[in-house]
């Protein structure tokens, strides 16, 4: 009888010990995937190029302000492109319409020139040629954020739109990413804009915009749920996506960088984050079953093996060899106490563990948050 319960008892902590290992690898595993996406690290991306505009150098009467505007959208086309959109206008006010066109060039840049394809407002197609600089001059490593031997040109005559008014428009896209996502952490850099002093490079000669003219730099087509957390340089009006500058004026910003968060994806991260918890301290209560489970199991180990040695008595001290040992009948043991019902201090410690653990996870969320 006594064996019979012991095996019974082993039997079931063995099971309960396996029960308990099982749960707690699981909740483990399954809150480290759902706090995963949590704690992403913050998106990084490098300077994408620059946007270069400058006069032909025959360009000497020109004086008026020529007014220059990006558009970028790099949430369309294909995965991996993004698509641009470059307006150049020239206000010329009393000049005659008989004057030939205003003759521009325009440079594009670093990773902004790789498989760069536009067309100009007749829709046809742009031929970019490469930059081949006779010398680098160091105003060219400030102000295009490399050597000039990494970028591509075209010459573009702005012709007569509306009246007073020459323009010309490049639309494209460009092989180069401006965007990149890291859970609900969104980052967009965008190339910078400048213009040339007057310098020559291989068959191209320029000279920089005349004074008073900007450039306008502008984002579309961000996610419904996108929401603007910090701008470098900062953005002049709250919640246009827009920066403008003054050409000529200085190197100006290599990049354009706007960071925010995604508030859907950002919601269902605490959703997880919260269940994380939950599952933290489930697996916290399966470990403390489990180790009473192993505690449980050894001492009914060691309560068997006393019982073994204690079975068998040694025979009496007699000169009669004929006489058969008497079995001494072990003392009675005493009835295992009935152990509590461990589901209200499993629940206890699960609540705790979750409640512990979600507090974690949410200030290590906040502390990494832009």
Request: aromatic share 6%; hydrophobic share 40%.
């Amino acid at each position: 009888m006594l064996e019979t319960g012991l095996r019974r008892e082993l039997v079931k902590n063995r099971w309960l010990l396996s029960l308990a290992v099982v749960v707690t690898v699981g909740a483990t595993a399954w809150a480290w995937q759902l706090a995963a996406t949590g704690f992403s690290r913050s998106p990084q991306l490098a300077d994408r190029g620059v946007i270069a505009v400058a006069l032909d150098a025959s360009q000497t009467d020109v004086t008026t302000p020529v007014q220059v505007d990006v558009a970028y959208n790099p949430g369309t086309g294909k995965a991996g492109t993004t698509s641009l959109a470059l307006v150049l206008q020239h206000e010329f006010g009393a000049v005659p319409e008989t004057a030939p066109p205003t003759a521009a060039i325009v440079l594009i840049c670093g990773e902004l020139a790789t498989g760069i394809d536009m067309v100009n407002k007749f829709d046809q197609p742009v031929k970019w040629k490469p930059v081949q600089p006779k010398s680098e001059n160091g105003d060219y490593w400030s102000m295009l954020g490399g050597s000039m031997s990494r970028c591509m040109y075209t010459r573009v005559s702005l012709e007569g739109g509306a009246a007073g008014l020459r323009q010309e428009i490049l639309s494209g896209v460009s092989r180069m990413t401006g965007t990149r996502t890291s859970g609900a952490r969104l980052l967009y850099v965008l190339p910078g804009i400048t213009t040339l002093p007057t310098a020559s490079a291989g068959d191209v000669a320029f000279r920089p915009l005349p004074p008073g003219s900007k450039a306008t730099i502008r984002l579309y087509n961000q996610p419904d749920d996108f929401n603007a957390q910090t701008a470098s340089p900062q953005l002049p009006d709250s919640g246009i996506l827009r920066w403008t500058r003054e050409l000529p004026g200085g190197a100006g910003p290599l990049s354009y960088r706007l960071s925010g968060e995604l508030l859907d994806t950002a919601a269902k991260q605490q959703r997880d984050l919260f269940m994380a918890g939950a599952l933290a301290g489930v697996a916290g209560g399966g470990i403390m079953l489990a180790i009473e489970a192993a505690v449980q199991l050894l001492l009914n180990r060691s309560r068997k093996r006393a019982a073994s040695s204690q079975a068998v008595a040694p025979p009496p001290q007699s000169q009669d060899l004929t006489k058969v040992p008497v079995l001494i009948t072990p003392p009675t043991a005493a009835t295992p106490p009935h152990r509590l019902d461990r589901s209200m201090p499993v629940a206890v410690a699960a609540a705790v563990g979750a409640t512990a653990v979600l507090i974690l996870l949410r200030r290590r969320r906040n502390r990494r948050r832009f």
